[in-house]
């Protein structure tokens, strides 16, 4: 079971009446927005449909500008299976949302198949994917380290609002979450032994899956950081000490302590008792994706038949590009059977990942801010090819079309220029030293390339004429056509540049 569509309308920067789609296709998805485009609605909305528990107010969510009655916010989705509308939230009045078929939230309540039709019932496959599904943006990296100031770092609330709350106690066959509403609940009203014993036993039973869980984590955080470029940190364990009632005498004093977890860490063999003060801003980084990414991968059974959705929303902006590459490999090995919406605002990246992310489990697409003096300004959502250099070629060949021949040749020059950078990056091809590397020109790139000594897939002799064509082509086609006042070069030269990028970009992908 896999998402096809996901589809707003009314709902936060996209107003109504007219709904909006993303195509994913089965595949994961890759957006860049533009900030104030609407890009945080879409991840919005990811994490209402996949919240657990449900979210208790919907009017916030609707679009100021559109004039439309509230009963029209809506979020649909469609599965692999062929089911439209799969859900739906719609505000009946302001502080009356109403979910699923406009009755309620998906539910445990519901069964996976409808007894008559056997088709597959949509509310259930949300009620699976919202216990193994996460939604992760940079306010909830924060929440890791930066948030706790100069004091010690406390993640027992965080645990058990989301980051672990999900986790499966074997011993009892209950998560997290609901022994630890189990523990609140039992708080005794009157001293009595039997509540006494109750409210004991009901912190034993979380504390043990509480330590059971911090265990796992444990290994799936020390696994993942080497690979998020934070090497030399270590987490050397979760400090819990458990919860314990306090048999205060009055009721309102009574309560539980202890509801701490801090973290041990080390970096290169040396304590780091406060790690938001010491690690720089990319290890803080990888340290919370590591935990975020640990906890699923922990928690969710690599058996699982649930649909698993993994949404991200800028969490890498603080990290350099070199140490986001790292993200996407993990991405790629780890979470693979994930169908991940990807969501960025630096377009220098999202180029950089859709050159890196694979094309056959990946999609990708742009949103842009709406005409900014409408009523209601409706974002633009345009679908782009997965790869940079094909995308430009595309456009360079829809504006020879229409007779634009300046500007398609630009268009091919900027799918060139792009193609053999991605190439010698693919190829790990070493450059000469400059001290800004944004200075190496094309020449340069070309050089590199020609030292490739080819494959049994690429002859080398195949690889060097195709590099001729593309170095008589940027002389003569792609380098004067980026001035203004460029001579006129027929059409049909632009048509062989074309090509030549185009068989570049195909050898470029063998093997």
Request: charged share 25%; glycine share 6%; aromatic share 8%.
């Amino acid at each position: 079971m896999k998402l096809q569509r996901i589809t707003l309308c009314d709902f936060r920067a996209f107003p109504g009446p007219a709904p909006v789609a993303f195509e994913l296709n089965g595949k994961s998805l890759l957006v860049y927005g533009e900030n104030g485009s609407g890009k945080s609605s879409l991840f919005h909305a990811i994490r209402g449909v996949f919240s657990r528990p449900p979210i208790a107010e919907l009017s916030g969510l609707k679009n100021s500008f559109s004039g439309e009655s509230l009963g029209n916010v809506a979020v649909r989705l469609a599965f692999g299976d062929g089911s439209e509308d799969a859900w739906q939230m719609t505000l009946l009045h302001e502080r009356a949302p109403a979910w699923g078929s406009g009755v309620r939230h998906p539910g445990p309540f519901l069964v996976a198949e409808h007894p008559v039709t056997r088709k597959t019932n949509p509310n259930a496959v949300l009620r699976d994917a919202s216990v193994v599904s996460g939604c992760l943006d940079y306010r909830s990296l924060l929440a890791t380290n930066y948030k706790h100031g100069d004091g010690e770092i406390n993640l027992f609330d965080l645990a058990i609002s989301g980051l672990i709350a999900d986790f499966i106690d074997l011993a009892t066959g209950k998560t997290l979450e609901t022994l630890w509403h189990a523990v609140l609940a039992s708080k005794p009203l009157r001293g009595t032994v039997r509540m006494n014993a109750a409210c004991l036993k009901c912190c034993d039973e979380f504390n043990n899956a509480m330590k059971r869980a911090l265990a796992l984590l444990e290994v799936e955080i020390n696994q993942l950081l080497p690979s998020l470029a934070a090497d030399g940190v270590v987490l050397k364990r979760f400090a819990f000490p458990g919860v314990a009632y306090n048999f205060a005498k009055r009721l309102e004093d009574k309560g539980f302590d202890h509801q701490r977890i801090s973290v041990e860490i080390e970096y290169r063999g040396r304590a780091v008792p406060r790690p938001q003060l010491y690690l720089n801003e990319a290890r803080q980084s990888a340290l919370g994706l590591a935990m975020f990414l640990g906890a699923r991968l922990a928690f969710v059974p690599a058996t699982s038949s649930a649909l698993k959705v993994l949404a991200l929303d800028d969490v890498l902006i603080g990290l350099d590009h070199s140490n986001r590459l790292p993200v996407l490999e993990v991405l790629k090995k780890r979470f693979a059977d994930w169908q991940i919406v990807l969501l960025t605002h630096d377009k220098t990246w999202f180029d950089m990942a859709r050159d890196s992310l694979p094309e056959d489990t990946w999609t990708c697409c742009e949103i842009y801010e709406g005409d900014p003096v409408a009523a209601a300004p409706i974002p633009i959502v345009r679908a782009t090819q997965k790869r940079p250099a094909k995308a430009l070629l595309k456009k360079a060949e829809d504006l020879l079309a229409l007779g634009y021949v300046e500007a398609a040749a630009n268009y091919t020059r900027h799918a060139f220029e792009h193609s053999v950078r991605a190439a010698c990056e693919l190829k790990t091809l070493p450059l000469s030293f400059r001290q800004d590397p944004k200075t190496h020109q094309a020449q340069d790139f070309l050089d590199a390339l020609k030292k490739w000594p080819g494959s049994a897939a690429v002859p080398k002799n195949g690889w060097d004429a195709c590099l001729t064509k593309l170095e008589l082509f940027k002389n003569v086609v792609m380098n004067p056509y980026s001035h203004p006042s460029a001579p006129n070069i027929p059409k049909s030269e632009i048509v062989q540049a074309i090509a030549a990028v185009t068989e570049f970009l195909e050898l470029v992908a063998k093997k």
